[in-house]
């Protein structure tokens, strides 16, 4: 079952790819325009299931087609932002780290460009929590570990100079379906969605 | 077009994968409880070549039970057969009033207070109605408590204030955070009573619940069971690169071998 997963999230990419180069230019000026060979994206996000991780992030993207790219995406994540201090439970530090490469494929429209990549990586989670009760011993407990992260990445570009607005949403794949086919496991999916917006910077 | 049916089909065959208890092991009954003020749906999964003349059962009571039966009542046919074990009663309990109201000790904003009615709905309308109309060995130890999250809650509510009644705990990413951890209050309380049984608890979580309200209360409990506990047969599991539901399943089987290894 996860080998026949894997097997599709790889026909899935070739069909993105396929889709990306069958696309004719109706526009083909605009595209010139709006192409870019090589570009660095720092953002900062939120991801949403809870509302309580904040995130840097930086997508390095390098066109060597017009259609097709090859994408560097990191990240840090500071996690359970407002939520520290709970029921005598402090939070010490809670962060994730994230290194992701992948491929990209790009669509252009009048004033924007909008890049699907398939992207892979891993991510390190680290945190610490200490329950602190009056009523009881105090106690500390830590956890850390490397899992994989991949995912679909949605990545919009609005503007056609050397500056533009970039936003960019995260789909994970990973627990659910690629590693588990428990429908259950989607909860760690969710917690790894994420939306990021800010400033796009064309090098080429 | 294409790339729609790709995904299309990563998520079926996916999701083709659903476990379903064989229905004609199965039986239904249903409790209506003076004690919890509702009514409850119970489902009995029996073991393959069920024989109520010749032997008795073991039970295992599973919280949660509209989500969690099918596939506790598969993972117990299939890990007491590869361990040559006896396989056991599994006894859903489907819900009566809201989890949140059946499953928590006190009233809080988080939960109704309802843990105590429900453990009396358990001890003298549940288990007597299993116990006169099937097979199940009446005995402490031959009895199993398995919950998941504020099921897991009830489960160490057991534990703490119910300790006669259940000799297997099977906890799973328990809300231990309620009410300013008043389960710590609890165990403490009941401790000397309860510190003369045998226990046998399997303690499980995920590795990325990280909300800042699981890790260190689950730690701190276990701890508790280590240092105070002399008779007690103890293990925990943390399943790796998974959350709260997504360590769900994999701790059940875990748990549930746990329990037969040492039954």
């Given at each position: 079952m996860k080998i026949k997963n894997q097997i599709l999230f790889i026909i899935l990419l070739l069909n993105l790819a396929?889709?990306?180069?069958?696309?004719?230019?109706?526009?083909?000026?605009?595209?010139?325009?709006?192409?870019?060979?090589?570009?660095?994206?720092?953002?900062?996000?939120?991801?949403?299931?809870?509302?309580?991780?904040?995130?840097?992030?930086?997508?390095?993207?390098?066109?060597?087609?017009?259609?097709?790219?090859?994408?560097?995406?990191?990240?840090?994540?500071?996690?359970?932002?407002?939520?520290?201090?709970?029921?005598?439970?402090?939070?010490?530090?809670?962060?994730?780290?994230?290194?992701?490469?992948?491929?990209?494929?790009?669509?252009?429209?009048?004033?924007?460009?909008?890049?699907?990549?398939?992207?892979?990586?891993?991510?390190y989670d680290a945190f610490k929590e200490t329950m602190n009760n009056p009523e009881f011993e105090i106690f500390s407990a830590s956890s850390s570990g490397v899992s994989p992260d991949m995912g679909i990445m949605y990545n919009l570009k609005i503007g056609a100079k050397k500056y533009f607005f970039s936003y960019r949403m995260y789909l994970p794949l990973t627990p659910y379906p690629i590693q588990t086919s428990d429908i259950y496991s989607i909860d760690t999916n969710l917690a790894n969605f994420t939306l990021e917006f800010g400033i796009g910077i064309r090098l080429k | 077009m294409k790339n729609l049916v790709s995904l299309l089909l990563i998520l079926s065959l996916a999701s083709c994968n659903k476990e379903e208890f064989n229905l004609s092991l199965t039986k239904e009954?249903?409790?209506?409880?003076?004690?919890?003020?509702?009514?409850?749906?119970?489902?009995?999964?029996?073991?393959?070549?069920?024989?109520?003349?010749?032997?008795?059962?073991?039970?295992?009571?599973?919280?949660?039970?509209?989500?969690?039966?099918?596939?506790?009542?598969?993972?117990?046919?299939?890990?007491?057969?590869?361990?040559?074990?006896?396989?056991?009663?599994v006894i859903s309990i489907g819900y009566g009033n809201d989890r949140s109201q059946d499953y928590t000790p006190t009233v809080t904003n988080a939960g109704g207070g309802g843990a105590e009615s429900f453990m009396l709905f358990i001890k003298n309308e549940l288990i007597p109605q299993i116990e006169s109309n099937f097979a199940a060995d009446t005995s402490r130890k031959s009895r199993v408590i398995l919950g998941h999250s504020f099921g897991g809650l009830l489960a160490t509510y057991a534990f703490t204030n119910y300790n006669d009644l259940f000799g297997n705990y099977i906890?799973?990413?328990?809300?231990?955070?309620?009410?300013?951890?008043?389960?710590?209050?609890?165990?403490?309380?009941?401790?000397?009573?309860?510190?003369?049984?045998?226990?046998?608890?399997?303690?499980?979580?995920?590795?990325?619940?990280?909300?800042?309200?699981?890790?260190?209360?689950?730690?701190?409990?276990?701890?508790?069971?280590?240092?105070?506990?002399?008779?007690?047969?103890?293990?925990?599991?943390?399943?790796?690169?998974?959350?709260?539901?997504?360590?769900?399943?994999?701790?059940?089987?875990?748990?549930?071998?746990?329990?037969?290894?040492?039954?």
């Open positions: 396929e889709s990306a180069a069958q696309i004719s230019s109706d526009n083909t000026r605009n595209e010139q325009s709006l192409e870019r060979k090589l570009t660095i994206e720092p953002a900062i996000g939120i991801k949403p299931w809870p509302i309580s991780d904040l995130l840097v992030s930086n997508l390095v993207q390098w066109n060597f087609k017009k259609h097709l790219s090859l994408v560097s995406h990191t990240s840090y994540s500071y996690n359970n932002a407002f939520l520290r201090d709970f029921n005598y439970i402090k939070t010490n530090y809670n962060y994730s780290l994230s290194q992701k490469l992948g491929i990209g494929a790009s669509v252009y429209s009048k004033h924007s460009s909008h890049t699907f990549s398939l992207i892979a990586g891993i991510k | 009954l249903s409790i209506n409880s003076t004690f919890a003020g509702a009514n409850f749906i119970i489902k009995i999964g029996l073991p393959e070549n069920y024989d109520p003349g010749s032997q008795k059962y073991s039970s295992i009571y599973v919280l949660d039970g509209e989500e969690n039966f099918d596939y506790v009542a598969e993972k117990c046919k299939q890990i007491s057969g590869d361990l040559s074990k006896s396989n056991v009663l906890i799973l990413s328990p809300s231990l955070w309620y009410d300013n951890e008043i389960m710590f209050r609890l165990e403490e309380d009941f401790r000397n009573n309860n510190k003369q049984n045998h226990q046998l608890v399997f303690m499980g979580l995920g590795q990325l619940e990280n909300q800042g309200r699981m890790l260190v209360p689950f730690q701190a409990f276990y701890q508790r069971f280590q240092n105070h506990y002399p008779d007690i047969m103890l293990k925990q599991n943390i399943v790796s690169h998974m959350d709260h539901s997504g360590s769900k399943k994999p701790n059940i089987k875990e748990g549930l071998t746990f329990y037969f290894l040492n039954k």
